[in-house]
DNA sequence: ATAATTTCGGATAGTTTTGTCTTAAATAAA
DNA sequence: TTTATTTAAGACAAAACTATCCGAAATTAT
């Protein structure tokens, strides 16, 4: 469904903003052990999500990822989602049909139109802050 | 969502079976030609779907693959995915959590629960023969 | 029998994704 | 100003996925 990089992408978010929630700052190595994730290509993902301004850094001592308490409210996990996967989760024609449409659809594309728009739906429904939420009430898990 | 050859896959079966119920067996490069896809993976895909009894082919001058009228009718589309891809599209972690269930859930655990049981039904409520109708009314495409 | 046709199966190659390593740049503290 | 810390960025490596090629096996027709 997702990409690893999507996957590593979600979870490190979630992890940050809980953090920020206690206005603190997370460095790299944090992450990754708290998300089981591989250290160097979750930083790689991240500094993609700082250029796309979903997620904020500062280097140097006492620094590291962050994320504003009102972005992450107002930022759906779709947004991460596009951000590194694109939208093709969302429009792409199940069978890789390069065009794929009401007037010409694939055998598939009526009953994948509601799938793909209920996923969409959910996910642009869905704040980072209220997945954040969750693992502080220990409600839900990053890593096993 | 489905990988390459699982794209492959379903289209080439949508095919086959279309020429199935004219009698009709049908051979690899016909597939390859009117599915819009590489004949040689194709081939090495289907060659795994008739291993797992959900097409079959004959070998020698007019062979070629063909599909059982009757089990064109039972086979549900997620057969064919499963063959494939495995069923990790249904009951994997969205967010690649080795353990992910209702006691120690990810932080979408309960979102996807919806989507990917939903997902699952629909696959499984659609026969290879109903996709295959649409074709031959010319209401849905296999290529482009 | 022989020849032609077609799938089967294994080897190989290319591309994308995933993952690592190393150096540079930025920041803060001493 | 110097040093330590941390992200940034690019090169590199490994693995998975996609794709091709070729000879073998099976089947049919001549």
Chains 1, 2 share one sequence.
Do not use: W
């Amino acid at each position: 469904m997702f990409s690893k990089a999507c996957e590593y992408g979600i979870k490190a978010i979630i992890y940050i903003a809980s953090r920020s929630l206690q206005d603190e700052r997370v460095k790299i190595g944090d992450i990754a052990k708290n998300t089981d994730s591989p250290e160097a290509f979750t930083a790689k993902v991240l500094g993609s999500l700082v250029k796309q301004n979903i997620v904020q850094s500062q280097t140097g001592p006492n620094g590291g990822f962050y994320i504003d308490k009102e972005r992450m409210r107002k930022i759906p996990v779709s947004d991460i989602v596009v951000a590194i996967d694109g939208n093709s989760l969302f429009n792409g024609c199940a069978l890789g049909l390069k065009e794929c449409n009401n007037l010409k659809p694939c055998p598939l594309h009526h009953k994948f139109l509601r799938i793909r728009s209920n996923l969409k739906k959910v996910l642009e429904e869905t704040s980072i802050y209220e997945l954040t939420i969750g693992i502080q009430k220990g409600e839900t898990i990053l890593a096993n």
